[in-house]
T-cell receptor, first 114, second 110 residues
Framework: GAGVSQSPRYKVTKRGQDVALRCDPI?????LYWYRQALGQGPEFLTY????????KSGLPNDRFSAERPEGSISTLTIQRTEQRDSAMYRC????????????FGPGTRLTVL | DAKTTQPNSMESNEEEPVHLPCNHS???????IHWYRQLPSQGPEYVIH???SNVNNRMASLAIAEDRKSSTLILHRATLRDAAVYYC???????????FGTGTSLTVIP
């Protein structure tokens, strides 16, 4: 079946612009997670949802970062007024159940802020 | 969440078993031990997890020390496709975050 998909796969933007990254989880999965991964590092937790409810946003670096999942399926991670330090791979994952042990990861969006 | 310590890198010959160690001396009684791996240019994928008893699945085996302060991921016959970064992660039973760390980069030599 279809896995987790993310779009765009690559995004290049100029400093100060807003970007929206999309995640389409596996159909029927309850939980959706956002991570950020720097080169040579493991993924870093940002936030997660159960259905449409944001359960934990403690990993969001600052108030320029926000996420939503309005209908409990597709999610959008928005970064406002991007800065060069926001450049990274942004990964989305989903799990069948709340806090499932097996998270399925998408291919990621490579964000480059010039 | 308790921290884990893994070697930065390991090498293995193809078709030989690989033992990937992980130390977690501050593990709590409600922490599960998870292993994920990340192949080059891909997202992480689940490998195995356990609490106290050793676990086996189609991908690997997880051996957990009796005092739970360490564990070992065992790949029974390494293939070239097993070359990846392997992450050992602790997560409390009520927790929702995985802390991946930097993992062990496994090189498989043909």
């Amino acid at each position: 079946g279809a896995g987790v998909s993310q779009s765009p796969r690559y995004k290049v933007t100029k400093r100060g612009q807003d970007v929206a990254l999309r995640c389409d989880p596996i159909s029927g999965h309850v939980s959706l997670y956002w991570y950020r991964q720097a080169l040579g590092q493991g993924p870093e937790f940002l936030t997660y949802f159960n259905y449409e409810a944001q359960q934990d946003k403690s990993g969001l670096p600052n108030d320029r970062f926000s996420a939503e999942r309005p209908e409990g399926s597709i999610s959008t991670l928005t970064i406002q007024r991007t800065e060069q330090r926001d450049s990274a791979m942004y990964r989305c994952a989903s799990s069948l159940i709340d806090r499932g042990d097996e998270q399925f990861f998408g291919p990621g969006t490579r964000l480059t802020v010039l | 969440d308790a921290k884990t310590t893994q070697p930065n890198s390991m090498e293995s010959n193809e078709e030989e078993p690989v033992h990937l160690p992980c130390n977690h001396s501050t593990i709590s009684g409600t922490d599960y031990i998870h292993w994920y791996r990340q192949l080059p240019s891909q997202g992480p994928e689940y490998v195995i997890h356990g609490l106290t008893s050793n676990v086996n699945n189609r991908m690997a085996s997880l051996a957990i020390a009796e005092d739970r302060k360490s564990s070992t991921l065992i790949l029974h016959r390494a293939t070239l496709r097993d070359a990846a970064v392997y992450y050992c992660i602790l997560r409390d039973v009520a927790g929702n975050q995985f802390y991946f760390g930097t993992g062990t980069s496994l090189t498989v030599i043909p």
